[in-house]
C-alpha cells in the first residue's frame, strides 16, 4: 500500500490504542505494547501490513480462535481491519518472559520442564476440543510469569504467518500429531536447551547421531529417566526399547503428570500442579511477612531527640571501635606488616639499583609461550562464492562458547559437499608472530581441520590456496582441539581451514567454531 507509512511510539490506533513500546518484530508481523485509553489498561497489539497476502488469513485466524475460553491462551481482545495500512489483532497484555529467553541462560530441571509441558498440553487439549490446532509450537510461544504460571500465544496466527504445508483441508488426526510433536520439542529444548531438527528461536540444533537426534540423557546429565523415555516415546522413530509411541495430546499430559508427582520439590503430596493464578488474567502478588500496623507508632517530639554528634566526636568514636576485639588485633598486624615491607625496602636500596631485565641477552632472547591477540578475524572461501558467514565471523573470538561462526549447510557428504576443499577462517595476528599452537572448541564431531599460514613477512591478506602452506591437520577431531605446529613457525596469517564437517540433520552437514585461540610468542 503506497500510503501506509510506519507507526512510531505515540501513534493512536482505532482512536483508543496509544502505541508505547515496540516488543518484536516477526515473520513480517511487529508486536507492540499499546495502552487502551477507554479501558485504561495495556493491551498487546499485533499488526500485519493490509497489502500482505497473509492478512486476510491473519485476522481469520484470530478471529476462529476466540471460540476456546482456556486462560492459558492470551486472549483476542479486538480485531481491527485495515487501519494505518494495517490489520491488527488486540490482545490482553501478560508481564511475562518467552521461554526462549530463559532458555538461552540454561536449561531447567526435569520437574519444571515437565510442569511446563503439562500446563501446554492441557491448553491444546482444551483447544482441540473446539476444532483449534496449534501447528507451530516453540519456545518463542511460551511465556512464563513471575508467579510461575504458563501463558501460549499463536494459537492458529503463528500457523497464518509461517503455513504449515498439506493439502487446504488437514485430517484432525494429522494436526493434532502435529502439535503432540510440537510437545515433545518443547519438552526437549526445556531439558537440554537445544531444538530437535535444526535452529529454532536462538536455540542449536540438537546433536544426532546416524541421523537419530539424541536423547535428553545424552545430551546433558541429570535429565530424569522417565521424563527421557516420555520424550523419546514422542520424537522417536521408532521409540528405543519398543516402547509404545505416545500419539495424542492427552497421553503427554497423563504420562508427565505421572512422573511429576514424584519429581515437583513444591509438591510432595503429589497434588495437582496447576499455577494459582491460572484463574486470573492479571493476578495479584500478595507480599510475604505478617500485614503492617493499622496504627504505626508516633515519632518522638524534636525537643526529646538527643543533638546529632559533631565531625570530631564521630571520629573519636570511629578511632576507638578500630582499636577493640579483632579489628584492633587486624590494625596491629597491619601496622606490623606496614613496618616490615619498610625495613624490607630500606635494605635493597643500599644494596644498589636492580639490573634492568629488558637489558639483560637472556631475557630478550627467551620469550614466554602465551596468548597471542587476534587483531581480526575474515571468512576464507577461494572456492566458493567468497563469503562464508561472514557478519558472524567476530562470535569465533568473543569468549563466549554458547555462540560462534557456523558454515552453510551442506548436503549429501561431509566433504563440504564435494563442492570445494574447505572453508574456513583468516585470523590476522596483527604483524608477524611465532606461533606455537592453535586451540579450538567445535561443535559438533567428527571435524576434519587443516592450519595454514602464510609466508613470513607477508602483510597482504591471503586470498587463495596459493598464498598458503599447510603445517598441520587434524582427522575426525572432537569438540576441543588443540594442534601443535611445528617449532619456528613465523607467520602473521593463520588460516583455520575445515575439510570435513559433521552432520546436524538428515543428509545435512555443517561445521561450527564456537572459540579459537593462538598461543605463541610475540
Known sequence: MAGRRTLVSGDVIAERYHLQDLVQERLGATTWRAHDSVLSRNVGLELLPSDDPRAAHFLDAARGSTVVSDPRFLRVLDLIQDDHGHHMIVREWARAFPLDAVLAQAPLPSWRAAAIVIEVAEALMNAHDHGQYHRRLTPHQVLLKESGAVRVVGLGVATALAPVGGSEQPDP?????????????????????R???????????????????????????????????????????????????????????HELRGVLARLDPHDTAGGATTSPDLVRYDPVVEPLGPPPGLEPPRPRPKAWTPPPPTTLERRKAQARSLTKGERGMVLLGAVGVLVILLVIAFLVGRQGPAPDPASSPSASATGAVGVLPIDRVIDFDPQGDGSESADAVGLAIDGDPSTGWTTQTYRGRADVGGLKDGVGLVLDLGSTRQVDSVRLNLVGAPTSLQILTSTPGVDEVPQSLDDLSPVASVQDGGTDVTVSLPQATVTRYVVVWLTSLPQVGDGEFRGEIAEVRVDGRS
Not at 488426526?173 to 536447551?193: F, H, I, P, S, T
Not at 542449536?204 to 520424550?231: F, M, N, S, Y
Open 173 to 193: 488426526a494429522q494436526l493434532e500429531r502435529l502439535d503432540v510433536q510440537g510437545l515433545g520439542k518443547l519438552l526437549y529444548a526445556c531439558l537440554v536447551a
Open 195 to 253: 531444538w530437535p531438527g535444526g535452529h529454532v528461536d536462538g536455540l542449536r540444533a540438537a546433536p544426532t547421531e546416524h541421523g537419530r537426534v539424541l536423547r535428553p540423557r545424552q545430551v546433558r546429565a541429570g535429565v530424569d529417566r522417565e521424563i527421557d523415555a516420555i520424550c523419546d516415546r514422542i520424537l522417536g522413530s521408532p521409540p528405543v526399547q519398543h516402547r509404545r509411541p505416545i500419539t495424542t495430546v492427552a497421553e503427554v499430559a
